[in-house]
């Protein structure tokens, strides 16, 4: 691998180094294998925080998407969100507290906006039939 001239501003200034490789060459890097080490130890350090954070993420996922309970007496509905009326008509299904199925948040805002008192979201996804 060939580098170049380091320092001094003319000709003939300044150290050549001509080769990392080459035992010869003057060389003011730190050598080959300790940088080498450094890099990988950093590429591993990231393989694995990344692969921590890939299964956080994919546990949290799972787990709104599979409609499951959300503890201590439901979620409260971030209604700031919304320009209330007016809601998407996106189908996106909670399961309020007074076991109404919404189409999606927003339709739950609407209806605690219209006088529903205490309505969260007790789950994610569709209403489970009672049995």
Same mark, same amino acid.
């Given at each position: 691998?060939?580098? +170049? %001239?380091?320092?001094? +501003?003319g000709?003939? #200034?300044?150290?050549?180094?001509?080769?990392?490789?080459? $035992? #010869?060459? $003057?060389? !003011?890097?730190v050598s080959k294998?300790v940088? *080498? %080490?450094?890099?990988?130890?950093?590429?591993r350090? *990231?393989?694995a %925080?990344?692969? /921590?954070?890939?299964?956080?993420?994919? !546990?949290?996922f %799972?787990?709104l998407v &599979?409609? &499951?309970?959300i503890? @201590?007496?439901g @979620?409260?509905?971030?209604c700031?969100?919304?320009?209330?009326?007016?809601?998407?008509r996106n189908?996106? $299904? /909670?399961?309020?507290?007074?076991?109404?199925?919404?189409?999606? @948040?927003?339709?739950l805002? !609407?209806?605690?906006m #219209?006088g *529903?008192?205490n309505?969260r979201?007790? &789950? #994610?996804?569709p209403?489970k $039939?009672? /049995?």
């Open positions: 691998m060939i580098i +170049g %001239t380091y320092g001094g +501003g000709m003939g #200034r300044g150290v050549n180094i001509k080769s990392l490789d080459d $035992p #010869r060459s $003057p060389s !003011l890097l294998p940088v *080498k %080490t450094h890099l990988h130890g950093i590429a350090m *990231k393989a %925080t990344c692969l /921590v954070l890939s299964i956080a993420l994919f !546990l949290c %799972t787990t &599979s409609g &499951s309970p503890p @201590e007496g @979620e409260m509905p971030d700031r969100q919304y320009h209330l009326p007016a809601c998407p189908l996106d $299904p /909670v399961c309020g507290t007074d076991g109404v199925e919404y189409a999606n @948040e927003c339709s805002c !609407l209806a605690v #219209r *529903k008192q309505v979201i007790a &789950s #994610r996804g209403c $039939p009672w /049995v």
